[in-house]
């Protein structure tokens, strides 16, 4: 719109002094021919960023809604969730969070050990027992109490065994839970034998030795894995081990050693062993590394060969750890605080509305939805010290959202509305167009997918996890549809993991093993889902069990019954958008959504209460989906529009929200607005048809 004389003067000086954030409202009036009385016909705010003037004239843009222009300029803004105001600097109330008991997941932990290349000389003088632990060390971190041996200091030595063990060659840590500590262990040896002198009869192994009352370290028992007693000329040159899986349980106060052990037979001799420690060699009764020089053995049948040595130790945990109780926010107050934050406006949902909340009389389906920071799980809250604030933005809000559960947002009358994305759909017939003119239907090309690919951006954690058994990580799936390479994608900013949960969750120092509070999270930084459940008669929300939503223990995980967010998973993303994905398969209604790849555990299966079994890496038939909304099918047209029709209401929802009808050579139609443009009265509709 172009200003001229004075209105152009008035303009320019409200510009010269409030600059681009100047609000100017325009009204538009015409006259009703009906009634002879002025109404408005049309509000818009003066958009300065569009300005351009000279000496005669000033034109700009207008928006429709100041509250749009304001969501759109401040969408992707970090902001504090806790902090005490809004970006303009009113006060605001703490945010409101609430404790949830966290049971906690089991895991199935898998550390890794090896040793590169060592050498270990035994000389024994005595009849005693005298051991050696191994230099193993560990590969990743679980967080589980499994030591490095190999970097321990003093270095490991061999030393005579009077029943005591000795805490630098333990290679799993004392367990100072007031439970038992459940393990599978693997031990895998490969190395040469070079004995230096022998004796008549000797006693040679290796072992798991367990010792218990903590620091103590009394000798409890062993768990034996080689043992040669004998004749000392038929000692072996070489060792070949592979244990399978070993069981062992650590009580309270209970640690574990692999070691060598070695005893004459008569007190008076001398026996030695040397195994390979590549380019080091033996000299007389001593040892010096010698570049040059490779150790060798000789086998069997009495040949010099090069020495070798390979060892690989895997333990795996059922890795439990006891309760938490860490704050979350629920998903309403999550929101809210959002918009009190950056738009300042008002806020509705009857998705994540509860009736506990004021204005609502029934819990949406979302209500039960809360978020958790990675500081919350550890125990850590402002004003500590060591705390990061949460930091998040309405886009990665509403993205996340819409990726577990189809939403739609509404701002309109100075408040934002976040609902399931079918509220602004609705089936009733709210604007009659009757007959349209120069009708065109076209499908809505860039509706039709290829591939569906949901999930998380982040999801895992623990390095040694077996199989990687978590399942909400990032999947994709195919669709019968051959004509496009589109992707539909579903990817949350927040996690759902119960894997990196977990491991965020053992970082509070009264839940995890030898924790340094002072050491910075990997996931400090994250947001969660939580689908949660009140507890009766409680203050506390609790994570929700399986049955809360599933007929039957979710299959092909680890630990079914300490598994949770599974109505997250990817398979279950798919069902929850199924009007929305079968749109534009409605003429395929016997084809499947098929599996095509997973970051994690593709394994799982879920069967809904009142539903069907579904396995994720198989997919869902099309015709299991929802009820579509309308086609992928757009409709353009010239039919006469007024305000009254656009800005009107029907049973408390704008009529741009139902349904439109109209007909063409008497065939009616039925669809929702896309978008309606106005010249003179009449209107270039875009809908999105149904029938």
Known sequence: ?????????????????????????????????KTDFWEIDYIGWIDFLTMKYSNDEIQVKFNANPLTTLFKSKLSAKVELERKDTLTGDPLAPLNIRKVYVEGRNILLTSSLSAESSRSIFTNNSTVLWVKAFDIKEEGDTNSGILDVNSQIPAIQP?????????????????????????????????????????VNTLFGVRIAIYSGGTAFNYSRNIPIYEYAGDSNLMPTMLDINTGELNLTLANGESASLQYYMKDSVQSSELEILYAYPLSCWGGFGSYV????????????????????????TVYEDSDRVFSTPYCARGYEFAKRLSDIVLECNFKSDLLGRTDLIGYDSNGELADIALIHGMWL???????????????????????????????????KNTMRIEKRSYFYSKEVTIKLGEVTDLSIYPDNKKYYSTITVGY??????????????????????????????DLKLISKYRADSYGLEKQRRLNPNVGINVDENKDGKFDDEIWFLDTTEIQ???????????????????????????????????????????????PLVKYP??????????????????????????????????????????????????PVTREQLNGETNGKRNILGLIEFIDQRVTYKGFIISVSQNNGIGEWKVKIIS
């Open 290 to 313: 010698d570049p040059d020089c490779v150790l060798q053995y000789v086998d069997d049948s009495g040949e010099w060969k090069p020495a070798f040595y390979e060892c690989s130790v």
């Open 537 to 583: 008669d409680q203050p506390n929300l609790e994570v929700s069990h399986w049955s809360k939503r599933f007929a039957q223990a979710p299959k092909g995980v680890y630990s079914p019954e300490t598994a949770f967010n599974l109505w997250f998973s990817p398979i279950n993303i798919i069902l929850n958008h199924g009007s929305w994905i079968k749109s």
């Open 159 to 199: 030393r005579k065994f009077l029943n005591k063990g000795v805490v630098v060659e333990n290679f799993i840590n004392e367990n100072d839970n007031a439970f038992d500590m459940h393990y599978k262990v693997i031990v895998k040896l490969k190395q040469s034998l070079f004995w230096y002198y022998r004796d």
């Open 378 to 412: 550890r125990d850590m809250y402002s004003p500590q010290d060591k705390y990061k604030p949460i930091n998040t933005s309405l886009k990665d809000f509403l993205t996340s959202l819409n990726v577990i559960f189809p939403i739609g947002v509404e701002l309109w």
């Open 590 to 639: 016997n084809s499947e959504i098929k599996f095509n790849s997973s970051e994690g555990n593709s394994n799982l299966i879920t069967k809904l209460i009142g539903g069907k079994e579904y396995t994720q890496n198989k997919g869902v038939p099309v015709e299991d989906l929802s009820e579509e909304v309308y086609l992928e099918e757009i409709a353009e047209f010239k039919a």
């Open 457 to 486: 951006e982040k999801a895992g954690g623990f390095d040694e996890e077996q199989g990687l058994d978590e399942y909400n990580r990032e999947t994709q799936y195919n669709t019968i549809l051959n004509k496009t390479d589109k």
């Open 1 to 33: 719109m172009t200003f001229l004389g004075d209105s152009k003067d008035v303009l320019k000086k409200i510009y010269d002094d409030y600059g681009v954030n100047a609000d100017v409202k325009l009204e538009k009036l015409v006259k009703n021919p």
